[in-house]
């Protein structure tokens, strides 16, 4: 019984250890909504520029502005163009030495004589470490997605997937965050960098996926392993 619970344990270690290990990224949900419908309306006498029943509508634009994305339902373009490069570096030395000596010296005691004796002792303890680490990674790509709310101070929140299937394997990104509308540019597009609260995902699934992936009992062992 007690071999089950012990096997039981270091089973529920290396799935632990694999659920931190494939975190997955939390993108906004929904990736895509459809634009409201617009409410039937009364017939309204227009002229040749002011349309009056388009205020009451979601798509009402004003004459001399742009096609920008406004209104849930709206699509824009972000340009994936993620750089980082991180690195630390860590150099630690302690020294200290210390030492002792005690002396007696002969003793004489009328006709007889005691000989002295001395002790001495040395210490010395050193320490050196040191570490480094660096990181790199680049992500580019472009990906269309969805307004799906619109926030108070007019910020639009935004999330999207793109699936791509290639013979046996299928590649997927998602992507979400919050756009302000300032920052969109010609074309409705808007870079990476200027997303807020961006969560960008890259996963694959297939032979090349699964030959990358380590075994689940390889995972356990590695897990408890003490070397």
């Not at 029943?53 to 742009?66: M, R, S």
């Not at 660096?134 to 990906?143: K, M, P, R």
Request: aromatic fraction near 6%; glycine fraction near 10%; charged fraction near 20%.
């Amino acid at each position: 019984m007690k071999r089950i619970a012990l096997l039981l344990i270091v089973v529920l270690a290396g799935c632990k250890t694999t659920g931190d290990a494939l975190r997955v990224v939390e993108v906004h949900q929904p990736l895509s909504t459809r634009p409201a419908s617009q409410p039937a309306t009364m017939p309204v006498q227009n002229g040749a520029i002011f349309q009056a029943q388009n205020v009451a509508y979601a798509h009402y634009q004003p004459l001399f502005e742009d096609r920008r994305a406004r209104n849930i339902g709206d699509t824009l373009t972000i340009n994936i163009n993620e750089k980082v490069a991180a690195s630390k570096r860590a150099t630690t030395a302690a020294d200290r030495k210390g030492g002792l000596s005690f002396v007696v010296p002969e003793i004489t005691l009328g006709t007889r004589s005691y000989p002295g004796g001395s002790i001495k002792a040395d210490s010395k303890n050193e320490f050196e470490g040191g570490g480094d680490s660096a990181a790199n990674n680049v992500f580019t790509g472009s990906i269309a997605v969805t307004v799906i709310e619109v926030l108070p101070n007019g910020n639009l929140v935004v999330a999207g997937e793109k699936q791509i299937g290639i013979n046996q394997g299928s590649e997927f990104i998602r992507l979400s965050g919050v756009v302000n509308p300032t920052f969109i540019l010609a074309g409705n597009q808007v870079s990476s960098t200027t997303v807020a609260d961006a969560r960008i995902e890259y996963r694959g699934s297939g032979y090349i996926d699964e030959a990358q992936t380590m075994g689940w009992l390889a995972r356990v062992f590695q897990s408890v392993m003490p070397f």
